[in-house]
């Protein structure tokens, strides 16, 4: 546990390897990265970051419109959550950091906090990865627009 008024420290190197590891799914040109909407690769990326998720003692929740908030449950229920994330898919010639970088960026506070084992925070943390940041066809983006920041996670988007 960093001691008082010292910044908290994440493992780089594993962010790094989840990046590299999530890279794998959906590989595009340039060294980038393809896993387009509602694709076989985007849902391969979704499946791998949810068994992170709740490797990591989170609870998996889905929206209709199929927008994953992982919650690492705080000690006050009624204090609002922190939602960290983006978006796990990308163009036809995405980057491999683009969206997902904020994601698991998320899912690596979660890990750190769990590290310090200094118990429970008082706000629950969750990565976030919404549906449809990056669509390429029908022209519709941003489903998870209506999103979660105020309501509950089981049905936000109508």
């Not at 896993?35 to 929740?61: H, I, P, S, Y």
């Not at 995405?94 to 997902?100: F, L, Q, T």
């Not at 960026?105 to 118990?119: A, C, D, K, P, W």
Request: hydrophobic share 30%.
């Amino acid at each position: 546990m960093p001691a008082p008024g010292e910044n908290l420290k994440i493992n780089g190197e594993r962010l790094w390897g989840s990046l590299m590891e999530m890279a794998k799914i959906g590989p595009g040109v340039a060294g980038g990265n393809n896993r387009q909407t509602l694709t076989n690769e985007d849902g391969v990326g979704r499946a791998l970051f949810q068994k992170w998720c709740e490797a990591a003692g989170c609870e998996m929740g889905l929206d209709r419109m199929g927008n994953m908030f992982a919650t690492r449950a705080g000690t006050d229920p009624a204090a609002l959550p922190v939602y960290v994330g983006s978006h796990l898919d990308t163009q036809p010639t995405g980057g491999k950091y683009d969206g997902v970088l904020g994601v698991l960026g998320g899912l690596e506070i979660v890990r750190t906090l769990n590290e310090l084992g200094s118990g429970r925070s008082t706000r629950s943390w969750s990565p976030t990865g919404p549906t449809r940041k990056e669509p390429v066809t029908r022209r519709r983006c941003c489903l998870q627009a209506s999103s979660p920041a105020s309501t509950p996670r089981t049905g936000p988007t109508d």
